[in-house]
């Protein structure tokens, strides 16, 4: 599966849950392709991949689309991350209880923040930013959430290929340079309100269309 299917996938994933959430039975990929701002041809396409979910004339049940996309993203693995930074964004990480659930731990986080340097923050040991290498390679860690300074990305950044990384988050608002091995996905404020607000007209449309 390209990588730019699977990045999609997990918007779709998103969407379709709000869509159960509020009721909404079915959609079809021109609703979907409206209102996610991506073409419904690359949308079908996209969701080919994980079956034949569409109907020619209905579209998409919407539960059904939830189901498969849930059993998708189940990660069966444990998965080790660890956090760059350590804003008041980046520590709701440390305890965030739904990370457990799906085999997640927070392992540590890395910090150039003096003050910050050898304590604990929710059970997260909290390193200085120049042992990142040397406590990646210890632990083993495949995962990053990058919640940093562009100063802290820096310290790092040449460092990053040579630890066991194959994902990252990026929470900020830079555009690393990144080994093409490693997979990333960038949190995009703009596009994630672009969405709300465009699930928000679909569902004031269908009670008007109700209320006719």
């Not at 021109?30 to 991506?38: A, G, Q």
Request: aromatic letters at 6%; hydrophobic letters at 40%; charged letters at 20%.
């Amino acid at each position: 599966m390209p990588k730019a299917t699977a990045k999609r996938l997990s918007i779709y994933h998103q969407y379709v849950k709000m869509l159960a959430d509020n009721e909404v039975e079915r959609i079809s990929s021109t609703e979907m392709s409206h209102d996610l701002k991506i073409e419904a041809a690359t949308l079908r396409r996209d969701l080919s991949h994980i079956g034949s979910l569409g109907k020619q004339g209905y579209g998409y049940h919407v539960q059904s689309l939830v189901i498969v996309l849930n059993n998708l993203f189940m990660t069966n693995r444990s998965h080790l991350i660890a956090v760059i930074g350590v804003s008041q964004r980046g520590r709701r990480f440390f305890n965030h209880r739904s990370l457990t659930e799906k085999n997640m731990t927070i392992s540590c986080a890395f910090t150039e923040t003096e003050h910050a340097v050898g304590t604990i923050h929710e059970g997260v040991p909290i390193y200085s930013i120049t042992d990142f290498t040397e406590v990646m390679l210890e632990k083993n860690i495949s995962t990053l959430v990058l919640d940093c300074s562009e100063q802290e990305w820096h310290t790092i950044e040449k460092q990053v290929g040579t630890t066991a990384v194959t994902t990252i988050l990026n929470l900020s608002v830079m555009t690393p340079q990144i080994p093409s091995s490693i997979v990333m996905r960038s949190f995009d404020v703009v596009s994630e309100l672009q969405t709300l607000f465009a699930f928000e007209d679909r569902l004031h449309e269908n009670k008007e269309a109700q209320a006719d």
